[in-house]
Nanobody, 123 residues
Framework: QLQLVESGGGLVQPGGSLRLSCTAS????????IGWFRQAPGKEREGVSC????????NYADSVKGRFTISRDNAKNTVYLQMNSLNPEDTAVYYC????????????????WGQGTQVTVSS
């Protein structure tokens, strides 16, 4: 059964850091690009970052460039999102998703999603 499971969310103070993990099962992770998305209350879901299947290409939303870093360890079937310098505007449910292709482009063409992990940035 194909699954994506996020973990690592929580409550953090402004300026703090969190690392999210997305663990995949039921398919060969290194055949696919993986993306991170987020959805804040009352807002549309937005793409945050994407990493190509072999990790040699990444992209980021402008709002997180320079603060977030995406990486992957295909041997562990896991993709990570390191989030630094967090601010309250980063509060959202974060989702990872599998892209239909092995490369990143626009934040479209994703076919499987995890259940999400809550990130709350507050003092």
């Amino acid at each position: 059964q194909l699954q994506l499971v996020e973990s690592g969310g929580g409550l953090v103070q402004p300026g703090g850091s969190l690392r999210l993990s997305c663990t995949a099962s039921g398919f060969t992770l290194d055949d696919y690009a993986i993306g991170w998305f987020r959805q804040a209350p009352g807002k549309e879901r937005e793409g945050v970052s994407c990493i190509s299947s072999l990790g040699d290409s990444t992209n980021y939303a402008d709002s997180v460039k320079g603060r977030f870093t995406i990486s992957r360890d295909n041997a562990k079937n896991t993709v990570y999102l390191q989030m630094n310098s967090l601010n309250p505007e980063d509060t959202a449910v974060y989702y990872c998703a599998r892209r239909r292709y092995n490369y990143c482009s626009a934040f479209t063409r994703y076919d499987y999603w995890g259940q999400g992990t809550q990130v709350t940035v507050s003092s």
